[in-house]
């Protein structure tokens, strides 16, 4: 889709998880991207404009932007928390390939943290069209690494896609999980992805996230011996800023 720059208006700060949350703008119906996309973002600071990268969290059926974040206390972040309503801020996208692929009949999902964005994006669009256009009988299995419980970001949602989106499978991974957590524990390994896959060859693979994490499930690709245009990648490169 043809790029666009555009300016958007701030509504509302989220909190979600831990020291994440989500900031909310205004976005022109001009603006067209496909579920799982990125767009660029300047904002206003006292040392003058800043810019990042972020996954679209929102799905193209609503009707304002949504970035979700961790809050690093970065000059960008610190600027982005200091903005008052209606603070305007300027987007250019949409850019990225980490979009939903409705033709494969196996679509697997390896994400760690606050890579939920993107994902969230595609099965917010998906719920909301009813899942049209894709391939009968496709399954779409989500492994979602969180060091906590309470650290699972959109978790209310993520249990409702899984309720009500046919062959969608939500996968919890707790790194350090409570005495009562009965899911998966550590991080997401071979061992993991093959009791729950089966036959991985036939399946394709997103992994999104924070580079550490990119890195991890390069090394666990390679273990699976998963095919490299099996495995679509998006990482969150310079996430610390």
């Known amino acids: 889709m043809a790029s666009l720059t555009f300016t958007g208006t701030f509504l509302e700060r989220l909190e979600r998880a831990g ?22 973002i300047t904002i206003p600071s006292p040392d003058g404009p800043l810019t990042h990268r972020f996954s679209h ?42 979009v939903f692929p409705y033709e494969e009949a196996k679509v697997a999902y390896l994400v760690g943290g606050i890579g939920i964005t993107p994902v969230r994006s595609i099965l917010r669009y998906l719920v909301d069209t009813h899942g049209s256009g894709r391939t009968q009988g496709q399954e779409i299995v989500l492994f979602y690494g969180c060091m906590t419980e309470d650290g699972i970001i959109y978790r209310e949602e993520m249990d409702e896609f899984a309720r009500v989106l046919p062959g969608l499978h939500v996968i919890y991974v707790i790194t350090e999980p409570s005495p009562t957590w009965t899911g998966h524990s550590g991080f997401i390994t071979p061992e993991i992805v093959r009791s729950e896959l089966g036959d991985v060859q036939d399946w394709i693979f997103f992994t999104v996230g924070p580079p550490p994490m990119i890195v991890a499930m ?15 990648k998006e990482s969150f490169a310079g996430y610390a800023s």
């Open 19 to 40: 020291d994440t949350a989500s900031f909310r703008f205004t976005r022109p119906p001009e603006y067209r991207f496909q579920a799982g996309q990125s767009f660029l």
């Open 218 to 232: 390069d090394r666990l690709a390679g273990a699976l011996a998963i095919p490299e245009a099996r495995l679509v």
């Open 57 to 98: 969290a929102d799905s193209p059926t609503e009707d304002r932007t949504e970035l979700t974040t961790r809050l690093t206390g970065s000059p960008f972040k610190k600027a982005l928390e200091a903005l008052q309503p209606v603070a305007a801020a300027t987007f250019k996208g949409p850019d990225g390939r980490f």
